[in-house]
């Protein structure tokens, strides 16, 4: 199975950045290019939402209307990382967020991703 690995996360004040990252550890037998890599994140009780997707050339991104024109989605396929630069952060963008992965176009449902990190906490206090 395809291994992700997200980091970067941490305990912030409200309107502070933080960058993360996913590492692809393993891959399966197709390339990087061929996968869409999303975020997603999840608070306590609440489900698993979209926050941004990139498509696997890089050539198309999305994000969920909450995080649009705060947060940014990037790849580098060469070494096998997404990041996830989030500014201005909200008490809101508080949960564990975690990088997903999946074969073909991007979509924002989290139910059609096949590999998935384990998530790291963000915390942004008032």
């Known amino acids: 199975q395809v291994q992700l690995a997200e980091s970067g996360g941490g305990l912030v004040q409200a309107g502070a950045s933080l960058k993360l990252s996913c590492a692809i550890i393993r891959r399966g037998p197709s390339a990087i290019s061929e996968h869409a890599m999303a975020w997603f994140r999840q608070a306590p009780g609440k489900d698993r939402d979209f926050v941004a997707v990139i498509s696997g050339s890089g050539f198309y991104t999305d994000y969920a209307d909450s995080v649009k024109g705060r947060f940014t989605i990037s790849r580098d396929n060469a070494n096998n990382k997404v990041f996830l630069q989030m500014n201005s952060l909200k008490p809101d963008d508080t949960a564990v967020y975690y990088c997903?992965?999946?074969?073909?176009?991007?979509?924002?449902?989290?139910?059609?991703?096949?590999?998935w990190g384990q998530g790291t906490q963000v915390t942004v206090s008032s």
């Open positions: 997903a992965a999946r074969r073909g176009i991007s979509d924002t449902g989290a139910t059609n991703y096949d590999y």
